[in-house]
Each structure stands twice: as C-alpha cells, then as structure tokens.
C-alpha cells in the first residue's frame, strides 16, 4: 500500500462520519416527534421522565446539603454549602467503582455506596460539624440528593424503579427496585444520620445547578450531559406532559416541570441516525446491543472504542501500523480522551499524536500513519458534536424558546464537551441548521460540578 492511498482510505472513512445538512434537520425533526410521543404514554423508547421538579432554582436558596453521585466511572460524595447569591462552597470526594460491582449484585454495589458515604462523613464532616455547632454530628440528619444517571421509572421526588442499566452496568437484581431505598437500607444499616431526599437524574442537576449560578440572567432551560453517557433535560410546559396525573396535591398550582429525555435512547430505530460498520460492531460488543444508539455515536464511552475498531482493521488489511499491540487488539482499552489529544495536535509533524500512539497503544508510527489516524479522529468527534447540537435544536424547537426568550441559557456537564477541542464550535454548526439565525440567542456555559450541586438544590426543593 503506498503512503497516498493510505491517505485516501483514511479520508474514505472519515467521510462515512460525516452528517449532510438534511440529515441534522431530519435528526431534528425525528426527535420532536419521538419527545411528542414519550410525552403522551410510557411505552416509547425516549422515556422523557417527568423529575417531579417543579420550578429551577434562581440563585438565593441556602443551606448544607449532602449529595452523592453514580455516573458511569466515579461514585462522587459531597457536601455542599449554597450562600444563597449564586455561589456554593463543595467539599467532595470521588471514586472510581470496581468493575466488578458493576456487575454484581444490588447489595454489593449499594453497600459500597454507603461504605463511601461514611468515610466521605467521618473524614470530612464530624469534625467540621462537631466545632462549628458544638455537638455531634449524628444529631444532624443530612438532607441527600442521590443523583442516579441511569433510566428511572420516577413515582415522587424522592423515589424511583430502575428501568434499565446504560453504561456498561448491569446489576440484574436492581431492575425494577426503588434505588433510593436501595442506598436508605444501606445508610440505615450503618446508623448514617442520613435522609436520601432526592433523586436526580444527573442531567435534571446540571440544568439546577446552572440555573442557580446564573441568578438575575436569562433562565437556564436545558441541561445537557456529554460525558460516559449523554442526556438532556429541559423545562417543559407541564400541560404538556400528556401522561402526568396533575391531580396529584404536588402539582397543584405549578406550571412547569422539568423532563429528563433520556435521549441516550433516542432513534434506536435507526431512522435517522447515521451508522457505519464500526457503529455496529462497537454496538455488539455492548451488554445492551440496539439501544442507546444515539449515545453510542456521541459519548465518551463509545468513541475511543469506535476508533479502536477502525484502527484495528486498518492494521489487519495491513494498512497502518507496522506491529501489532495488546490496546489495539483489547477492545474498550481505548479512552476517549486520546480523540482530544489527537484532535488538539496542530503541530506539521504531529508529535503529540505520535507520542500518544506510542505511550497508549505502544506503538511506533510514521507520519503518514499519524495523519491517517487524526482524519479518523476528526471525523468521530465531529459526528458526535453534530449530532449532539441536532438534538439540542430539537429540544429548543419543542419548546419554542427562541421565541419568548431573548439569550437561551444551556448548561453543560462532561468531560466530552469541556475537554474535546471546538466540540461547541461544531455543536453550533448543527444548531445552525436547526434553528437558523436564533443559534445567536443560545448561550452555552459549563456547570461546574453540575451534579452536586443540583443534587443539593433538588435536595432543598424535596
Ligand atoms: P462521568 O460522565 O462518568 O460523570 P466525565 O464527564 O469525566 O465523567 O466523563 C468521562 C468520559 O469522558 C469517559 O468516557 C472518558 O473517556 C471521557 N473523557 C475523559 N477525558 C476526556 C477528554 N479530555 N476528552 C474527551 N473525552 C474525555
């Protein structure tokens, strides 16, 4: 194979990522109609999951809130302090869950839940309390958030059934069972003073936790999850979420609810969304081949194993790479953080990118093969950020935001959007498409520690 027609075959594939105009405007529209859809009954694979949260946060709540958080790699505990203008003081700790308890059983992983929850208080928080009040700590019931970013069937704000794992999880005797009491029953049997008060899907608590530190600004209307997984939730007019009981002596008087998407689930029809035959094989190695196929072509998760597999058959076809490696073999041994570092190698003879091949995939490489492997890289990321910004669009048209609001707040947490470089640029290409010139309305923030943070306001609002 000559240097040029390994160029090509690199372009060839990084063409197969790309996203036409048409394709966004129809990956839009579908979204409205599956969003319409899970609005009216359960049964439709974009769950849209009514938060039981009624109002966001406009900056002046106050008090100090405990919050844990399972996502996909870390277990987070903190406290939280809200000053009530906008600011929080955040103690936290994070840890990584053994993969073992990610498939094991209910009572192996909550009681490691609870486990880090007593460390995170004898460490951090009996001392702390014991001089500030004068007293002991277990006199204080804790207020919790447990924010939960898996599917949850959410019955009331502190409980919830899980539907279904994401993420590579798959604890099968948890399926069906209220999580909150799952963790209760854990703190309860180490005598925690601790009140699980909330469930929040991590998507709800970055919308909350944006909302509360842009006080006296345009609202925040949708909180957006681009990290392991991704997910949207967003302010809807509650008089359209067809499928509520509003009888219910909660809702009285409310007016607007905020709805979790769970659009990781969106067009696992394939309707719409592009796929290649990577897509497809990174999709059976998965524990839940044919759904969450929106977030499999989006999330960090995903794409460092799509380009994985790409670079693999290159490497068979005796293409690229002059030796083979046990990470490129070893499916999931790539991160996605290497797209990042490849993407943000702007050097003529790319010496990180060769330095990054050589230290992750122990591998040496020429610089054709380094130019070969950014293409690939530019075409995943790219895919990823389109699609993410269709559906951005989508959320926005629904709910007609561009029309009553003159700037459109989103909050955004995970390390895909804060790390990947010009992920919003591209992002904005697509909403672009979408919505036309309001893109210009939409201002796009970071929510720093999103999950904690809405946890504790979701927590306070309990
Ligand atoms: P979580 O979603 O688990 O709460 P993060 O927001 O940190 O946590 O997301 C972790 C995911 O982001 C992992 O899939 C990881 O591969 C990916 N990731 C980590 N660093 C980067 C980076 N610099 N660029 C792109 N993706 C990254």
């Given at each position: ?5 390994l160029l090509?075959e690199a372009i060839?594939i ?6 036409s ?5 129809a990956?839009?529209?579908?979204f409205i109609r ?12 974009m769950?849209?999951?009514?938060s039981?949260?009624t109002?966001v946060p406009?900056?002046?709540e106050k008090?100090?809130?405990l ?14 302090h809200?000053?009530g ?6 103690l ?9 308890l990610m498939v094991g ?9 609870a486990q880090k929850v007593?460390e995170f208080?004898k460490?951090h928080?009996e001392e702390k ?9 277990n006199e204080h019931i804790?207020?919790l ?5 898996f ?9 919830g059934t899980l ?8 604890v099968v ?12 029953d854990e703190?309860d049997?180490?005598?925690l ?8 899907n991590?998507?709800v608590?970055?919308l909350?936790s944006?909302?509360?530190s842009t006080?006296?600004e345009?609202a925040t ?10 997910n ?5 007019s ?5 499928k509520?009981?509003k009888s219910?002596?909660?809702?009285a008087?409310?007016?607007?609810m ?6 990781g689930?969106f ?5 719409v969304?592009p796929?290649?035959?990577w897509?497809?094989?990174v999709?059976?190695?998965?524990p ?7 977030e499999?072509?989006?999330?960090g998760?995903f794409?460092?194993e799509i ?9 068979e076809?005796?293409l690229l ?14 991160d996605t953080?290497?797209?990042?570092r ?9 010496v990180a990118?060769k330095?990054?091949i050589e230290?992750?995939l122990?591998?040496?490489?020429t610089?054709v093969?380094?130019?070969a492997v950014k293409l690939i890289?530019?075409g ?15 959320v926005l048209?629904?709910i ?5 609001n003159?700037?459109v707040d989103i909050g955004?947490?995970?390390?895909v959007f804060?790390?990947?470089p010009?992920y919003?640029e591209l ?11 309001n893109e210009?309305?939409i201002?796009?923030g970071?929510?720093k520690?999103?999950?904690?943070v809405?946890?504790?306001?979701c927590?306070?609002v309990?």
């Amino acid at each position: 194979m000559t240097t040029s027609s390994l160029l090509e075959e690199a372009i060839a594939i990084s063409k197969q990522f790309d996203v036409s105009k048409d394709q966004l405007v129809a990956i839009s529209d579908e979204f409205i109609r599956l969003a319409d859809g899970g609005l009216k009954t359960d049964d439709m694979p974009m769950t849209m999951i009514p938060s039981y949260v009624t109002g966001v946060p406009n900056g002046t709540e106050k008090g100090t809130f405990l919050a844990v958080d399972l996502g996909g790699t870390n277990f987070r505990v903190c406290s939280i302090h809200l000053n009530g203008d906008g600011t929080f003081d955040l103690l936290q700790t994070k840890s990584v869950i053994p993969k073992n308890l990610m498939v094991g059983t209910a009572k192996e992983l909550f009681s490691f839940l609870a486990q880090k929850v007593d460390e995170f208080i004898k460490t951090h928080l009996e001392e702390k309390f014991n001089e500030e009040a004068g007293h002991s700590a277990n006199e204080h019931i804790y207020k919790l958030g447990f924010t939960f970013s898996f599917p949850v069937n959410q019955t009331a704000i502190n409980s919830g059934t899980l539907i279904r794992w994401t993420k590579g999880f798959d604890v099968v005797d948890a399926v069906g069972k209220d999580v909150c009491k799952l963790l209760q029953d854990e703190l309860d049997l180490l005598k925690l003073p601790v009140h699980v008060a909330a469930l929040v899907n991590d998507t709800v608590g970055t919308l909350m936790s944006r909302s509360y530190s842009t006080p006296g600004e345009s609202a925040t209307l949708l909180g957006v999850i681009l990290g392991t997984g991704t997910n949207g939730a967003y302010v809807e007019s509650l008089a359209a979420v067809d499928k509520l009981d509003k009888s219910i002596a909660s809702l009285a008087g409310k007016s607007v609810m905020v709805i979790n998407t769970e659009w990781g689930s969106f067009d696992n029809d394939m309707k719409v969304l592009p796929t290649t035959s990577w897509d497809n094989a990174v999709d059976l190695e998965t524990p839940n081949p044919g759904f969450q196929m929106f977030e499999k072509r989006v999330s960090g998760m995903f794409l460092g194993e799509i380009l994985r597999r790409i670079l693999l058959e290159l490497h068979e076809k005796g293409l690229l790479f002059s030796s083979s490696s046990t990470p490129l073999s070893t499916a999931w041994s790539l991160d996605t953080s290497i797209l990042s570092r490849v993407e943000a190698d702007s050097t003529p003879d790319l010496v990180a990118v060769k330095s990054i091949i050589e230290t992750d995939l122990g591998l040496p490489t020429t610089l054709v093969e380094r130019q070969a492997v950014k293409l690939i890289v530019e075409g995943i990321g790219k895919r990823s950020a389109l699609l993410a910004g269709a559906v951005i669009g989508g959320v926005l048209v629904q709910i007609k935001a561009c029309e009553s609001n003159p700037v459109v707040d989103i909050g955004v947490d995970g390390s895909v959007f804060e790390f990947y470089p010009g992920y919003e640029e591209l992002m904005r290409l697509a909403l672009k498409e979408v919505i036309g010139e309001n893109e210009k309305k939409i201002r796009i923030g970071i929510a720093k520690d999103g999950s904690g943070v809405g946890a504790a306001l979701c927590a306070l609002v309990a």
